[in-house]
Antibody, heavy 116, light 107 residues
Framework: EVQLVESGGGLVKPGGSLRLSCAASGFTFSTYSMNWVRQAPGKGLEWVSTITSGSSFIYYADSLKGRFTTSRDNAKNSLYLEINSLRAEDTAVYYC?????????WGLGTLVTVSS | EIVMTQSPATLSVSPGERASLSCRASQSISNQLAWYQQKPGQAPRLLIYATSSRATGIPARFSGSGTGTEFTLTINSLQTGDFAAYYCQQYNAWPRTFGQGTKLEIK
């Protein structure tokens, strides 16, 4: 059974940084692209980033480039998202998602709240 | 960026009836469209990919159609558990983009 478990969310002050993690199991992690998708409270879904299986290609939403960094460790079956210079508008549930094009399986998400 | 527009924003339908949700792309995306269902407090779930292919475990009541820029998700014989938010997503180009969602509510 595919399992994706996010961690690392919490309350952060504006301007701060955070590193989200996603632990994957139940599939051959190293052969799949992985993604981050976020959802602000009461809002729709927003694609954040995709990283290919071997980390050769990493894609970001244009509006987030420069502050967001996606990485992975295939030896640890883990996906990461580092967010810098956090803003109030980054407040959202961040989902770890597996899938190369469409998003096949979603974790439960981790809530990031940016507030002073 | 390909803009995905869903309509209507809210759809009221009675249980047992059929619901048709629309999704329009700002440019052709061939058949590279997926649909997701999201219930309150839960993560989204993949329903349909490649416009009309059902994901594993999705009942035949859910069907997708369309091509190019116009797409439809049809849900037959609505059940209580089908009342949720639905999102379309294109994967023809970067950045990946979602529609703003349609909330399917009980009439």
């Amino acid at each position: 059974e595919v399992q994706l478990v996010e961690s690392g969310g919490g309350l952060v002050k504006p301007g701060g940084s955070l590193r989200l993690s996603c632990a994957a199991s139940g599939f051959t992690f190293s052969t799949y692209s992985m993604n981050w998708v976020r959802q602000a409270p009461g809002k729709g879904l927003e694609w954040v980033s995709t990283i290919t299986s071997g980390s050769s290609f990493i894609y970001y939403a244009d509006s987030l480039k420069g502050r967001f960094t996606t990485s992975r460790d295939n030896a640890k079956n883990s996906l990461y998202l580092e967010i810098n210079s956090l803003r109030a508008e980054d407040t959202a549930v961040y989902y770890c998602v597996y899938g190369s094009s469409f998003f096949q399986h979603w974790g439960l998400g981790t809530l990031v709240t940016v507030s002073s | 960026e390909i803009v995905m527009t869903q309509s209507p924003a809210t759809l009221s339908v009675s249980p047992g009836e059929r619901a048709s949700l629309s999704c329009r792309a700002s440019q052709s995306i061939s058949n590279q469209l997926a649909w997701y269902q999201q219930k309150p407090g839960q993560a989204p779930r993949l329903l349909i990919y490649a416009t009309s292919s059902r994901a594993t475990g999705i009942p035949a009541r859910f069907s997708g159609s369309g091509t190019g820029t116009e797409f439809t998700l049809t849900i037959n014989s609505l059940q209580t558990g089908d009342f949720a938010a639905y999102y379309c997503q294109q994967y023809n180009a970067w950045p990946r983009t979602f529609g703003q969602g349609t909330k399917l509510e009980i009439k």
